[in-house]
């Protein structure tokens, strides 16, 4: 990721050895032509109150953890809220019609930014603001590609979006797990009934009839109904207990979907106390919160947030949302339980280790 830019400061000519301030003036005028004026950092407009909109799919994690990582990098750059930043939560539930009816309220009130945590906060957006005059920033939803308010990364966006997405792509998923378990053949994957699992599964069966690398590999789907409401991913994981002892004796190993049944601790558990298969986390509490993977591969809370915080201060500041590209999560980071990997006689390469870092239970 790219952070703000540490530019020398031109308010200051004692900290240079200027010696006047006509040469302070032209180094300044210089600076700008070099590295352009977007590039220059400037303060946030004294007197000025910005309003932030914050609309969460859910509440918890994954989205509290972007949500906080973001608030914590508007303050860095001088937005703070109770004093120039007033912010608005709320959480939809995981429900796209009551993010939608509340978006319906909102939208048309003078907030200069309004920021969308996940993929139903998105999906809810995308039908009462696209094509709008306000600015939205999302964070990681799965697929705002297959959602419809852009059409790609690194690219202007094509309407009044932008934002980061969530998922690690998935052919690095799949390559890791190649990397920790060459033999595999089968893998298990019970999902829930929600847009981003529609849309990573479309990308698995994809890859899987298109990579030559991967023609190997077969990926068992079982599909448990979307439980709406804050305790719905605990009543997915209760609905997918069946699913896991009926894979159990056909798969290799599990992986979590890539929706909000994946991303919270229920499924993690019931699938270590009730296989004897390892699992492949989404999340990094997947391993170091002992929730009950043996390894993972995650996106970065910190650094989605952290983006997207640069993303609404350059809205704070002017910047037109058409000159802020969507991105892909610019970090990934690895986790691996080592006693659940002797466990299944799994021997995890230096490699990985070497990734994993810190993130390394023994």
Known sequence: MQEAPVLFDCVHPEVYLLSSVATLTRYCLVLLLLVGADELLSAPQTGRLYRLFILDSQQGSPYMDVRLAMLQSLEQYGYVEGKNLQLYLHTAGNDINKGAAIL???????????????TTATVAAKQVMYGGTQSVVFASPTDPVGIGVID??????KSNFTGVSYPVPVKSRFRFIRELMPDVKRIGLIYADMPQSH????????MLKDDPQFKDLEVIFRRVPLVKGEEGDRRMAEMAL???KELDSQVDLFMKPHDQLGARRQFAELVHAYSSKPLIGLVKNDVMQEWGAMA?????????GQQAAIMIRDLFEGKPIKRIFPQWPARFGYAVDLQKARQFGITVPVGLLQLAGENILK
């Open 104 to 118: 319906k309220t909102e939208a048309g009130k003078d907030y200069d930014v309004y920021y969308m945590g996940g």
């Open 152 to 157: 790609g990364f690194d690219i202007p966006p």
């Open 199 to 206: 849309s990573y599964n479309a990308w698995i069966k994809a």
């Open 242 to 244: 069946p699913l896991i």
């Open 296 to 304: 993972a591969i995650f996106p970065s809370h910190r650094s989605m």
